[in-house]
Structure formats: C-alpha cells, structure tokens
Nanobody
Framework: QVQLVESGGGLVQAGGSLRLSCAAS????????MGWYRQAPGKQRELVALIYSGGIANYADSVKGRFTISRDNAKNTVYLQMNSLKPEDTAVYYC?????????????WGQGTQVTVSS
C-alpha cells in the first residue's frame, strides 16, 4: 500500500521560513512528478510547485522567488523550502506523487500539513 506522509508544518511569523517534507513508502518502482498543493479556508486547492523526476520544476507565480521544491529520489521524498512567508501563504499543504509500483499506478496524496503565517 502506497502512503505519503508530510511533515514540517507549523506556525511562523511573516518573513519567516519553514521546510516541508513528504516521504512516499510502499511497493514503488518509480515516482514521476511530485508536487505541493495548498488549500486555504473557503478556497479551492491550488498548485504551489511541481518537480519532475529529472529535476525540472515549475512554480505558481505567487511563490516564485520565495519557495524552492526539491526531491531525493533515493528516499522517495519531496521537499518544499518556504522563505519570506506571508499571511496569504496560510493553508493546508498537501503533497501529491505520480507513482508506478507493484500493482499500483496513479496519483497519491498526503494527508496535509497546516501552515499558519501570522502578521
């Protein structure tokens, strides 16, 4: 059974930093795209950043220059370094991974981790 477990959320003041991690486990052969999404209260879930297996990354305009996505393929883990945080970054952050494994293929989501930025 494939699982994605996130960690690293919390409460931080505006201008501060947080680093999120998301580790995938289970019968995994390879992971293609890995991404971070977020959902603020009353809003739709939105893409924050996406990274492909070769390392190419894409970012939402709202986080460019402040957030950095990276991955460790050996550990099946994706990270999101968030700097210069703003109150509008407050949301539940979810990771998603496109996984191919033994008897599994598809997109898998983590349970979410809360990020709260105070002004």
């Amino acid at each position: 059974q494939v699982q994605l477990v996130e960690s690293g959320g919390g409460l931080v003041q505006a201008g501060g930093s947080l680093r999120l991690s998301c580790a995938a486990s289970g019968p995994i052969f390879r992971i293609n795209g890995m991404g971070w999404y977020r959902q603020a209260p009353g809003k739709q879930r939105e893409l924050v950043a996406l990274i492909y297996s070769g390392g190419i990354a894409n970012y939402a305009d709202s986080v460019k220059g402040r957030f950095t996505i990276s991955r460790d393929n050996a550990k099946n883990t994706v990270y999101l370094q968030m700097n210069s945080l703003k109150p509008e970054d407050t949301a539940v952050y979810y990771c998603k991974a496109a996984i191919v494994g033994a008897g599994v293929r598809g997109d898998y989501w983590g349970q979410g981790t809360q990020v709260t930025v105070s002004s």
